[in-house]
């Protein structure tokens, strides 16, 4: 079955390292998102990526990181710089360029420990 | 400054009992505005999408409607089921970045 596959499910953190997490789909869209979500708030972008070996900044790409080396895979890292990393980080995905985030993984719950 | 409100927060009803969800926006240039429903410590589904005023979309218990202001989502005698987060999301703008924002949601509970 197509879909979008994120991993780990829970992530634990401690202060001052970087983690990664993964966002895999076979879904062969181009278009990627990175999203944070926290309690009583609306999805926040943290970057896009709407074609491979390249991406864009979103609202709050301050302390992430991203790469898309390849078209399936769109990993994203969270680095010591970011000071409030504990949220929920969802990956979705959507056909091109302008196009809606269609599909969702179904999320990373990240703890800074 | 583009914004997406939903109301209310959370709405708690007796199996059966029919209701509407809001989603009040104001952006510049309507490009598209989306439904999606999350389970809980799950990622949100895609339910519908909505174009234009006047337009409506339906799925078994829920029809979506669009104004030039608002949008609702009209849940029609649900079930126990139907509990989930409901979220909205409007797309500004045409060109190829334009901007999804999404509103905070509505928490909704179906008492069997």
């Known amino acids: 079955d197509g879909g979008i596959t994120q991993s780990p499910k829970y992530l634990f953190r401690k202060e001052g390292q970087n983690v990664t997490l993964s966002c895999e789909q076979n879904l062969n869209h181009d278009a990627m998102y990175w999203y944070r979500q926290d309690p009583g708030q609306g999805l926040r972008l943290i970057y896009y990526?709407?074609?491979?070996?390249?991406?864009q900044k979103g609202d709050i790409a301050e302390g992430y990181s991203v790469s898309r080396e390849k078209k399936e895979s769109f990993p994203l890292t969270v680095t010591s710089a970011q000071k409030n990393p504990t949220a929920f980080y969802l990956c979705a995905s959507s056909m091109g360029a302008g196009t809606h985030p269609a599909f969702f993984g179904q999320g990373t719950r990240l703890t800074v420990v | 400054e583009d914004q997406v409100t939903q109301s209310p927060e959370a709405l708690r009803l007796q199996e059966g009992e029919s209701s509407s969800l809001n989603c009040s926006y104001t952006?510049?240039?309507?490009?598209?505005l989306f439904w999606y429903r999350q389970d809980p410590g799950k990622g949100p589904e895609f339910l519908f999408t909505l174009y234009s005023a006047g337009e409506e979309k339906e799925k078994e218990r829920l029809k979506a409607t669009l104004t030039k202001k608002e949008s609702f989502l009209h849940i029609t005698a649900p079930k126990p089921e139907d509990s989930a987060t409901y979220l909205c999301a409007v797309q500004a703008g045409y060109s190829s970045a334009s901007k999804i924002i999404f509103g905070s949601g509505t928490r909704l509970s179906i008492r069997p």
């Open positions: 990526s709407q074609i491979v070996n390249d991406f």
């Open positions: 952006v510049s240039g309507l490009r598209g």
